[in-house]
């Protein structure tokens, strides 16, 4: 079967790091993507790895590895804003996204 | 770029009513749709995936004559939720992609209260 799994819930303070990992099983991969999903808005996209590394977009980096069928994302310089829930979410051979659960970050002062 | 639109943002229906859900791309041509709905502390569930001019794909679970979906043009499908129920009640989000692009794009979300 198809699956993604992430953890629930996380906790980082602000100023600091925090890495957000992602394994998936899915028929077929065509990319992974990360949305962020503050709470009562739809998701908005962060990014999208399809090939092994790691991709930065400032403050946001996401890594993927195809043969552990693995991923995380990073943020970096943590700012209260960045409270939110962070979505992982596979393409399969048919283009369709598989969701996982969710991981909602919680930042502290 | 790539925006896409839902109206009505909230709505408040008695139960036993229908209630239409607009989803509409702005600025570019949507050959995929999505409609997701989303219950309180979890993740989105996929409703159903329609191609413009071509019937909806529906989810398994999902019932296609409760949630009637249309993808008449390439930049608007609509969700119908027919004799809704107070547990219909939840977050519907559509997202589009064109087809050049695996990325979707989400609009902002309805929240359905039925009553």
């Known amino acids: 079967g198809q699956n993604i799994d992430q953890p629930t819930e996380m906790t980082a303070t602000e100023g600091a790091i925090v890495q957000i990992n992602c394994t998936y099983q899915t028929s077929g991969f065509n990319g992974l993507f990360w949305y962020q999903q503050h709470a009562g808005e739809a998701p908005t996209f962060l990014s999208y790895n399809v090939l092994d590394g790691l991709e930065e977009k400032g403050r946001f980096s996401s890594f993927l590895s195809r043969s552990k069928g693995y991923s995380y994302l990073l943020l970096k310089e943590l700012q209260m804003k960045d409270s939110a829930s962070y979505l992982c979410?596979?393409?399969?051979?048919?283009?369709?996204?598989?969701w996982g659960a969710g991981t909602k970050l919680i930042i502290k002062p | 770029g790539a925006v896409v639109s839902q109206h009505p943002s909230w709505v408040i229906c008695k139960s036993g009513t229908s209630v239409k859900i607009e989803c509409r791309s702005l600025d570019f041509q949507a050959t995929t749709m999505f409609w997701y709905r989303q219950f309180p502390k979890q993740s989105l569930m996929l409703m159903a995936t329609s191609n413009e001019g071509s019937k909806a794909t529906y989810e398994q679970g999902v019932e296609k004559d409760k949630f009637l979906i249309n993808h008449a043009s390439l930049t608007l499908s609509t969700l119908t939720v027919t004799s809704a129920h107070p547990e219909d009640s939840s977050f519907y989000i559509c997202?589009?992609?064109?087809?050049?692009?695996?990325?979707?794009?989400f609009g902002p979300g309805t929240r359905l209260t039925v009553t």
């Open positions: 997202s589009a992609r064109d087809h050049s692009d695996y990325e979707q794009y």
């Open positions: 979410a596979a393409m399969d051979s048919n283009y369709q996204l598989i």
